[in-house]
């Protein structure tokens, strides 16, 4: 079992989104507390990454943002966290997320959490990251996203050992577990990066 004592959660920062997202979020962030894991996010005061954070928090767990500093000059980033870490860059705040971490859980988001994703699978790709990465697809979410990974293995854009690069889950349950069980990445795989 992989040893998990941080996991970065990638997620919306969007406040007009179903209800269902903002449940599992909550949910996600009680169940990383009670299993004493540091929750790692973008430090966001809203949507999503606050709603994960606050949850995690009144359930006695910890949380670590990492946040631009031009995000917190604007007033952006939550003020409540356990740790708060500014960056110069947003390529820098990625690096250090994905640093800092034992393991990934994507939720539901728009084009800067689609980035995270794809951007972290690559790194996975190319041996610059080894450690699990789960997609959490609440209510279809992901389908077409998973759908796209799937034509790319098919028509050889990626090759077949590449699709074990992330987990699907469909519950927080089932996420975590995933983050203990999958395998880490061995770096030899760096062989077989399409490139």
């Known amino acids: 079992m992989n040893d998990i004592k941080n996991v970065c959660v990638y997620s919306a920062s969007s406040t007009?989104?179903?209800k269902v997202y903002f449940d599992v979020a909550a949910e996600l962030g009680r169940c990383l507390a009670e299993k004493k894991i540091n929750l790692i996010n973008g430090a966001g005061s809203i949507g999503l990454m606050a709603a994960?954070?606050?949850a995690a928090l009144a359930a006695g767990g910890t949380?670590?943002?990492?946040?631009?500093?031009f995000m917190v000059e604007q007033g952006w980033h939550h003020t409540g966290?356990?740790?708060l870490v500014e960056t110069e860059t947003m390529h820098e705040r990625k690096r250090l997320m994905a640093d800092l971490s034992d393991g990934v859980i994507a939720l539901p988001g728009g084009c800067g959490t689609l980035e995270e994703l794809l951007e972290i699978i690559t790194w996975k790709q190319l041996g610059l990251y080894l450690n699990p990465i789960i997609i959490l697809n609440i209510n279809g979410f992901y389908d077409s996203l998973l759908e796209m990974l799937q034509k790319a293995v098919d028509e050889n854009f990626m090759r077949k050992e590449h699709a074990?690069?992330?987990?699907v889950a469909s519950s927080c349950e089932e996420a975590i577990n995933l983050l203990y069980t999958m395998p880490v990445w061995n770096k030899?795989?760096?062989k077989f990066?399409?490139?």
Do not use: M, Q, Y
């Open 16 to 18: 007009k989104i179903a």
């Open 52 to 54: 994960t954070s606050d």
């Open 63 to 69: 949380v670590t943002g990492v946040i631009p500093r």
């Open 81 to 83: 966290l356990t740790r």
């Open 164 to 167: 074990s690069i992330w987990k």
């Open 188 to 190: 030899e795989i760096r």
């Open 193 to 195: 990066a399409a490139i």
